[in-house]
């Protein structure tokens, strides 16, 4: 799980976080910048841990599964924890190579996850952020229980061809750097 991951990595327990402030305190402590500031949750707090100390260290073909909800916006909540998601991303050669998640169905969970990012956008003075109306009203119509993967062939390319870019393995020319 991620929450395992950055215990092994970076030395610390989300688990013994008793709340938000003190995981930004422990963020503080390791040096570890959590771009959400004073709004930053745990889970925020756990994905910079993830992004500072963990991801650099997937070499061998990894699956990291169990993410917070606050990165998986569109990603089903788990039922025994509603803090994190049915989500798991593989990593091969310390890099992200796809994405997998079941799909979030409910929509009163959806406007508060898509409310809460508005609020978030705003207070960094993003006065255009709104909430998608329509996607949320589709919701509301239903959906039936779905999953989504992306297999990150574009990356898989770039590992068997020691590309540091994307744009060089793309095969669309107008989107390579002239």
Request: charged letters at 30%; zero cysteines.
């Given at each position: ?27 503080k402590e390791k040096g570890v910048e959590v771009e ?79 409310e809460k990012q508005v609020a978030i956008k705003r ?16 919701l509301e119509y239903g959906m039936p229980p779905t ?32």
């Amino acid at each position: 799980t991620m929450v395992e991951a950055v215990k092994k990595y970076a030395g610390v327990d989300y688990n013994e976080w008793e709340s938000d402030e003190q995981a930004r305190k422990v963020a503080k402590e390791k040096g570890v910048e959590v771009e959400e500031g004073e709004q930053a949750t745990k889970g925020h707090v756990l994905i910079a841990f993830f992004d500072a100390f963990v991801e650099e260290n997937l070499v061998q073909p990894t699956v990291i599964y169990d993410y917070p909800v606050e990165n998986s916006p569109l990603a089903k909540r788990k039922k025994d924890n509603p803090a994190f998601t049915e989500r798991f991303e593989y990593f091969i050669y310390a890099r992200e190579m796809g994405n997998a998640f079941s799909e979030l169905n409910d929509p009163i969970d959806q406007r508060e996850r898509f409310e809460k990012q508005v609020a978030i956008k705003r207070a960094k003075g993003g006065n255009d952020a709104k909430v998608d109306e329509d996607f949320v009203t589709a919701l509301e119509y239903g959906m039936p229980p779905t999953g989504g993967i992306g297999i990150g062939v574009d990356r898989f390319v770039m590992l068997l061809t020691g590309q540091e870019s994307i744009r060089e393995v793309l095969l669309f020319p107008h989107m390579k750097n002239k």
